[in-house]
């Protein structure tokens, strides 16, 4: 999480060496990046689908599927193109590097999904995020441990309300003081530890 979470201080130029023109294309649209693991997403699959195509036409968002994880045991994709399969209106987006994923979550107007990495890159970046921890106590952990009003950032898969609450209401300063606050602890780590 350390190394992570300060990535939009040491990432910036690589974006326009690493990101397609197809992808400079997607982020001409407010949109929310949505990404779950495959067998970590909703049981009821169908009514998630029309709960967050709910939320995105209520906030004029599209919804851009894009895993995360594609290694064994990951394996987003799956679920992902299954989602596009059955609502068309939501675009699939297989990244080409972590870059292009990095990228369009820092793009994006809200991150939800189940990957602790996606969550630390929208905290990077200073974008609103959402997830489901059911399936992944690690997420609730994290937040947990590291934001005031964590009951606000996580939810169960059907608590869509809660999810546009904290859209609606995300303040953009207190997570930029947050997460000043703590990338300071985190170089003040790094510092001792590669102290000569």
Request: proline share 3%; hydrophobic share 35%.
């Amino acid at each position: 999480p350390d190394s992570a979470l300060i990535m939009s201080d040491l990432i910036s130029s690589e974006f326009n060496y690493y990101v397609s023109k197809e992808l400079l294309e997607i982020i001409k649209f407010k949109y929310a990046f949505v990404q779950f693991g495959n067998n970590k997403g909703p049981d009821n699959l169908n009514s998630f689908i029309n709960n967050l195509k709910e939320f995105s036409n209520k906030n004029n968002l599209k919804i851009i599927l894009c895993p995360i994880g594609l290694a064994l045991d990951h394996s987003d994709d799956k679920l992902l193109k299954k989602i596009q399969k059955i609502e068309k209106d939501f675009l699939y987006y297989e990244p080409k590097n972590l870059y292009e994923i990095m990228f369009l979550i820092k793009e994006s107007n809200i991150y939800i999904g189940t990957s602790l990495h996606g969550v630390i890159t929208a905290q990077s970046f200073n974008k609103p995020f959402f997830v489901f921890p059911e399936k992944i106590n690690k997420l609730k952990v994290y937040i947990e441990t590291w934001f005031e009003n964590a009951e606000k950032l996580f939810g169960e898969f059907d608590e869509f309300q809660k999810l546009q609450e904290h859209y609606f209401n995300f303040d953009y300063e207190k997570q930029k003081e947050d997460n000043k606050r703590q990338k300071q602890i985190i170089y003040e780590h790094y510092s001792k530890i590669f102290k000569i």
